[in-house]
């Protein structure tokens, strides 16, 4: 309605916090920690359009931020759509010690069990769905283990609009 599209395009529009997103506190101390211990991060993000759009704007903050940071976009035919095992053995090869995912990983929950057997850090970022497994005739999210993670449809998360792209997320 009117009250909308004056909103979104007055000086002061009325954005969500971002903290509303489940996992985002975690996500940032995380992220802090590396950054004051100067580990080396990987941003791994998606070929597509918001996930290299997201890739470059995770890169400038971090870099702006003085971080030991790169970033891996994975090639569509050889590699395939998001985290392989392959990739975490490149990242352990070249000394990484953070590996954060744009616009992918929420499915990745074999790639990130063992990212994390190899002792590496893992920060999902993610807006796809989140996937369900059956227990005991009940749907539960299932959900990679990593140490954090951004996605506004986990069972618990209070951002109100789900249709956002990754490079938002």
Known sequence: ??????Q????????????????????????NIALESEEKILIFGDYDCDGIC????????????GAHVDYCLPHRI????????????????????????????IAAIEQIAFAKEQGLTVIVTDHHEVSFVEVDGERRFQLP????IVNMKQEDDIYPFKGICGAVT
Do not use: Q
């Open 78 to 105: 050889k590699d395939g759509y998001g985290l392989n095992i392959s990739m975490v053995e490149d990242a352990v090869r070249d000394g990484v010690d953070t590996i954060v995912t744009c616009d992918n990983g």
């Open 1 to 6: 309605d009117g009250s909308e599209i004056e």
């Open 54 to 65: 997201a890739t470059f704007i995770l890169w400038s903050v971090l870099t702006e931020l």
């Open 8 to 31: 979104f395009i007055s000086k002061e529009p009325d954005f969500c916090d971002p903290y509303s997103y489940s996992g985002m506190s975690e996500a940032v101390e995380r992220i």
């Open 145 to 148: 283990p990593a140490d954090a």
